[in-house]
């Protein structure tokens, strides 16, 4: 099986930034696409940003030109920098890994609060 370990989240003011990061371990082979999703209070989980092994990148309406989606094959790594932050970020954020194998894992998620 795989587990996901993600990092980077945490506090910060309207218009800071953060990178989230999520590794993964285990049977680490044939990855499809990599991608974030996050679910705020009283919200669904929603897609926030994809990446496929190819280097196709997807992202959603609400997060366009502020955050940017990377992954390093060697660590088994995916990256989500968030620039400009805004209070409507606010969000549990998750991790997702998809392989040929197995339709996807997920994270624990990590939470980012962003409040002035």
């Known amino acids: 099986q795989v587990q996901l370990v993600e990092s980077g989240g945490g506090l910060v003011h309207p218009g800071g930034s953060l990178r989230l990061s999520c590794t993964a371990s285990g049977s680490i082979f044939n990855i499809y696409s990599m991608a974030w999703y996050r679910q705020a209070p009283g919200q669904q989980r929603e897609l926030v940003a994809g990446?496929?092994?190819?280097?196709?990148?997807n992202y959603a309406d609400s997060v366009k030109g502020r955050f940017t989606i990377s992954g390093d094959n060697a660590k088994n790594t995916v990256f989500l920098q968030m620039n400009n932050l805004k209070p409507e970020d606010t969000a549990v954020y998750y991790c997702s890994m998809k392989f040929l194998w197995h339709s996807g894992y997920w994270g624990q998620g990590t939470q980012v609060t962003v409040s002035s």
């Open positions: 990446f496929s092994s190819s280097g196709d990148t």
